[in-house]
């Protein structure tokens, strides 16, 4: 899942003429989808492309929760798509019967998210953890337990994100607490990893990241793979820690709301963003892993050149909660001090959706196993 700092919706509009023979409305992670392929479709279909972006996955299901949104194509991530194919919001457009269908890397189709691929067709891949200035802190990056119960050096000097999603994922991982948990008092224990946690953070923001980071007004902050090879590449002195309980892991994907105006061109604005080439441009833009099978003398960013992309400890995917935890929690709500105001200065909560869904990692339809060791593509 891949959120960046814009603190409020950029709107951007790609056109090519005045009197295109369509629209198509793309509601999607900010700064996510490259200007030049939104640009270079816009012209060869003679389409009117709009841009908005969101900042986190509740945003965009509280958007299409509301019905009418306008949009035609959204970015969800893995966990979210699911809670939105059984709220019946967005459409079943027959991803597995379209060109991109059989261009997904085949180890990435018919994921528990969208079990026969019929909803979704995946953008990009990566992970969350947290990430050191290397010029600040010298110490052990080995584990989140340098993180979450950090020594004196980083008290005061650590930032996490302004929503609890990924970063409860990784106190999960940090305790061996599963993500499907509706143990109350396994989830307690995260609650109190947090709670203890809070005196030595500066502050929950998932804004501005790379400069808080750059600046040394904290010396460790949660983030994303791609941001923090970036950010390297730049000249930033920064280093994705690699622990050994495993990295949060997640998956965005094109889905069409069930409202969209404009169906006919989001589908063929997926089969576009699809094809090698273009997925190939995708990638190198975004600099997040492609689900995508892409043409591989042309990545730019490779295991030698950006092991952020090619993590060698395990990899964990958000999940969503099952109908044997019954109703809401009022403990899990209670974790809400830990992330203690929204960029709206409103209080957070737990991404718990309000309908209940049958835990996908349950016996019954899942393996065992959850943990899924993302592949390399060298």
Not at 48 to 63: G, H, I, R
Not at 131 to 149: C, I, R
Not at 208 to 216: F, P
Not at 233 to 255: F, H, I
């Amino acid at each position: 899942m891949k959120k960046y700092l814009a603190a409020t919706a950029l709107a951007l509009c790609f056109a090519t003429s005045a009197q295109a023979a369509g629209e198509l409305n793309i509601y999607a992670w900010a700064e996510s989808i490259s200007p030049d392929l939104i640009a270079k479709f816009s012209k060869e279909n003679d389409v009117k492309v709009n841009v908005d972006s969101f900042t986190s996955n509740e945003d965009l299901l509280t958007k299409l929760q509301a019905g009418s949104s306008g949009y035609d194509i959204a970015t969800p991530s893995q966990h979210f798509l699911r809670v939105m194919i059984d709220q019946g919001i967005i459409e079943n457009f027959g991803a597995n019967k379209l060109k991109a269908y059989e261009n997904i890397e085949e180890k990435w189709r018919n994921q528990w998210w969208d079990e026969k691929q019929e909803y979704s067709i995946p953008l990009a891949y990566g992970t969350a953890g947290f990430v050191v200035n290397t010029d600040q802190y010298k110490g052990p990056t080995d584990s989140f337990k340098y993180f979450f119960e950090p020594a004196e050096e980083l008290k005061g000097k650590i930032a996490l994100l302004s929503y609890p999603d990924e970063v409860i994922g990784a106190a999960q991982l940090y305790l061996g607490v599963p993500f499907c948990s509706e143990d109350q008092a396994e989830m307690k224990k995260v609650l109190d990893l947090l709670m203890a946690q809070k005196p030595s953070v500066a502050v929950y923001s998932s804004d501005n990241i790379a400069s808080r980071l750059a600046s040394g007004e904290v010396s460790a902050h949660f983030w994303w793979d791609g941001d923090s090879l970036r950010a390297r590449k730049t000249g930033s002195p920064v280093k994705l820690a690699m622990t050994k309980e495993g990295l949060v892991g997640w998956m965005d994907s094109y889905v069409i709301p069930k409202d969209a105006p404009n169906h006919d061109n989001a589908v063929k604005f997926i089969e576009f963003m699809s094809t090698a080439e273009n997925a190939t441009e995708q990638m190198n833009f975004y600099s997040h892993s492609s689900p995508m099978k892409v043409i591989a003398d042309k990545v730019v960013n490779t295991k030698e050149t950006a092991p952020e992309l090619y993590p060698d400890v395990p990899i964990t995917f958000s999940r969503t909660l099952g109908r044997r935890a019954g109703p809401r929690d009022p403990r899990l709500d209670a974790a809400s001090p830990v992330v203690p105001l929204s960029r709206r200065g409103r209080p957070r909560r737990f991404p718990i959706p309000s309908r209940r869904l049958p835990c996908p990692c349950t016996p019954a339809s899942a393996p065992s196993t959850r943990r899924r060791p993302i592949p390399s593509k060298s």
